[in-house]
């Protein structure tokens, strides 16, 4: 069973940034895919990136220029390095790895999920 726990979040100015960290533990697979996805109150849970084993990486477009993501296959760490934060951003943000190499946005591909870690944005 993997675990996966996401630590990092917090309040935040706009303009401000965030480094979102996700620990995997348990029977992790080698050559999964990893995504990050965030839920605000009251909205559906939205993709905003993954990452393949190998590095390749698809953003939202929301996000894109402003977030990056990064994986630590040594230490089974993935992160998100948010920049130029918008009140926007506020949601859960929530860890997720793949049932095999998939890295796209559509949650049905992702076996397993962290409890999430709230980031507020204020204006």
């Known amino acids: 069973q993997v675990q996966l726990v996401e630590s990092g979040g917090g309040l935040v100015q706009a303009g401000g940034s965030l480094r979102l960290s996700c620990a995997a533990s348990?029977?992790?697979?080698?050559?999964?895919?990893m995504g990050w996805f965030r839920q605000a109150p009251g909205k559906e849970r939205d993709f905003v990136v993954g990452?393949?084993?190998?590095?390749?990486?698809v953003y939202a477009s929301s996000v894109k220029g402003r977030f990056t993501i990064s994986r630590d296959k040594s230490k089974n760490m993935v992160y998100l390095k948010m920049n130029s934060l918008l009140p926007e951003d506020t949601a859960v943000y929530y860890c997720?790895?793949?049932?095999?190499?998939?890295?796209?946005?559509?949650?049905?591909?992702?076996?397993?999920w962290g409890q999430g870690t709230q980031v507020n944005v204020s204006s």
């Open positions: 997720a790895e793949a049932r095999g190499p998939y890295y796209g946005g559509r949650t049905a591909e992702y076996a397993y």
């Open positions: 348990g029977r992790t697979f080698s050559g999964n895919g």
């Open positions: 990452i393949s084993w190998s590095g390749s990486t």
